[in-house]
Structures are given as C-alpha cells and as structure tokens.
C-alpha cells in the first residue's frame, strides 16, 4: 500500500521516504489548482497503483473531489471547518473512540447520501489553541468596541460615518471574533450613539466546535483510527517544510535559470537529508529523535583563537575548541562525537 501525502509538491511514502517532484506550475496558483497536474504527474511515472492520495483542508475543492471520485482513486481528505455545522448533533452524542490520550474520533454517516466516510475528530490540544485565539480576539475587540462606545458618548465622534468607519476598521483588524458580534450606529439628537451586542448563538457553537475538524474519505474497510493515523503522516510533510525555513534557513529564492532551481532543491534536500540522520543518531542513542534541543547543547562548544606574540614579531595562532561541561559530555560520548582538542589554522580562510 503506498500512501501518497500532498503537500504543494511534495510526498511521502508509509515507509517515511521522501520523494519530491518537479512540475512547471505558475507561482500565483492556489494549492487546490496544482492537484490535477501533480496527480497526472505520479501517475505517467508510477502508473494507477494502489495508491490512497491524502490532502489538508485548503487541497479539498469540490474539483478535486471530482478528479479523485474518477477511475476510483481513493483518498482521505481534509474538509472546511464550515462542514462542521452538519455534524452538531454528533458533537454532543457520545460513542468517541479514543486513539491516543487527547485525541478522540467517531465515525458518521456521510450528510450528502454518497457511499463516503466522514471521520469526526476532537483534539484537547486543538481545542486550547483555539479557545486561546478566541478569547484574545474577543477580549481586544471587545475592548476596542468600549472605547468606540465612550467616545461617542463623550461626543468626540460627531458623525454616523466616522462611527462606521471606526467599528469597520476594528472589525476587519479582529476578523476572527467579529462574526461573534452585532454593531449598530444611529444619529440621537446631537449625538451620536454606538451599541453592540454578542450573538450568544454563534459562541455557543464556536466553544463546542473547538479542538473539532472532519475527514471526508472513499476508504471503507478501514476504522476511523486506521483513517485518522494514514491522514496525520500530513504532519510529516509539514515539518519537513518547517525544517527547511525556520531550522536550516532555507527559504524560497527567486532564480531566473532551471540549474539554479535545481541546485537549490539539492542543497535544501541534502540539508534536509542531514537533519534527518542526526535525527536518527539522536534515537539510536537514547535521546529522542528530535535534534532542535540536542544541537542546541552542542552549540555550547565554541572555537577559540589564542594568539601569542614573541619578541621576533611573529604571532603564534592555536585555534583551539573550548572543553564542553560534565552533561554536554555526556551527550558527545552517547552520540560518538570526539570533538579535537585543537584544529589547524588556516590563514587563508
């Protein structure tokens, strides 16, 4: 079985390969308008195997739906979170099944009568997140909405139009809370008035839907866990952007010539490539498989230029590497690392 996860251009395999593709796409393209030429892509080099594609939520048009219903293709997809509304009566009924501690998934029958799955999930830790988005934008909008509603009590907002703006202006800068609320503006005599209110339905809803999303998929035979562990390999691709830009610093670069192109890519990938080894050192030895807090330790390690003058004038440079602290060591000696004492200096670089 080969799992196909797809992220803009890249995808993985179950066993954790990686394999990136070339395509000539436009770069002022959506992501869901790349999925047909990548999908004609794999299958001209590899054929229609038994291949289960799987997509986040931003790839799940109802274009790609179609392009994937055709020839059964199968796939797991991730859907709007405005689909969630045909699920609220699932949310409060019981029967979750638990995959690991903090997260829980349901499987439901799908609200357009297609012969589909709809996977329901809730994650504890999702749900912190976005109960901490919505209170901060609540309380920041709610906050701008008092000084709005003192000033123009105060009588320093003269007009209707300057109210408006006001309010539009706090509206669109906290757009995440602003469906929460109702505004009104209106003329009272030589002032003018500014009420506002919260819309108690919809932040009900929104506090019983955080931490949840849906997956929609063609794959019957299998249990919500099995959907839910093959859709999460996602988070694989993810962090191997993530790696690239904010670990190695290896950001998207303009270039005008294909060489170039592709002497990026190699160097992004052997980077990457590296990362992923240590990684591995990293378990093999004992100490996770994540190597941010191990390099971190071995940053410690500094490179230490003595210089000596004599009598002659002539200086005598020792490029010498500090000693690491009893727990770094610990760390070098489980790694097999035997950093040198001293390293040879060269004038020249």
Not at 22 to 48: A, F, M, P
Not at 144 to 167: D, I, N, P, Q, Y
């Amino acid at each position: 079985m080969l799992f196909l996860c797809l992220k803009g251009s890249l995808f993985l395999q179950k066993s954790h390969v990686v394999k990136t593709y070339s395509l000539e796409l436009e770069g002022n393209k959506h992501d869901c308008q790349t999925v047909e030429s990548i999908v004609r892509k794999v299958e001209q080099l590899y054929g229609q195997a038994d291949r289960i594609w799987i997509m986040d939520r931003g790839m799940g048009s109802a274009e790609t739906l179609s392009l994937l219903s055709r020839e059964n293709r199968r796939y797991i997809l991730g859907t709007p979170k405005s689909l969630l509304r045909k699920f609220e009566t699932e949310l409060l009924r019981g029967a979750w099944k638990r995959v690991h501690p903090g997260l829980e998934v349901k499987l439901c029958r799908s609200p357009f009568g297609t012969e589909e799955v709809f996977i329901l999930c809730r994650s504890t830790a999702r749900q912190a997140k976005e109960k901490a988005t919505h209170d901060r934008f609540l309380g920041r909008l709610e906050a701008g909405f008092r000084r709005l509603e003192r000033s123009c009590a105060a009588g320093r907002v003269r007009t209707v139009k300057k109210a408006e703006r006001r309010c539009g202006r706090l509206l669109e800068r906290y757009q995440r809370a602003s469906r929460f609320f109702t505004t009104t503006v209106e003329k009272q005599k030589r002032r003018v008035k500014f009420t506002w209110s919260r819309r108690k339905h919809q932040l009900t809803w929104a506090r019983q839907s955080e931490g949840c999303y849906v997956l929609r998929s063609n794959v019957k035979e299998w249990s919500p866990q099995e959907l839910w562990n093959a859709y999460i390999q996602l988070t694989d691709a993810e962090k191997a952007f993530r790696i690239q830009k904010d670990d190695l610093r290896l950001r998207p670069i303009w270039h005008q010539k294909d060489s170039r192109v592709q002497a990026h890519i190699l160097v992004c990938f052997l980077a990457y490539v590296l990362w992923k080894c240590f990684g591995q050192m990293c378990r093999q030895a004992g100490l996770g498989d994540e190597p941010r807090k191990m390099i971190e330790e071995i940053k410690k390690l500094q490179l230490i230029d003595v210089v000596l003058p004599t009598r002659k004038g002539v200086e005598i440079r020792l490029r010498c590497v500090t000693a690491p602290d009893p727990e770094l060591a610990i760390v070098l000696q489980k790694l097999k690392l035997n950093p040198p004492k001293r390293l040879k200096f060269n004038p020249n670089l």
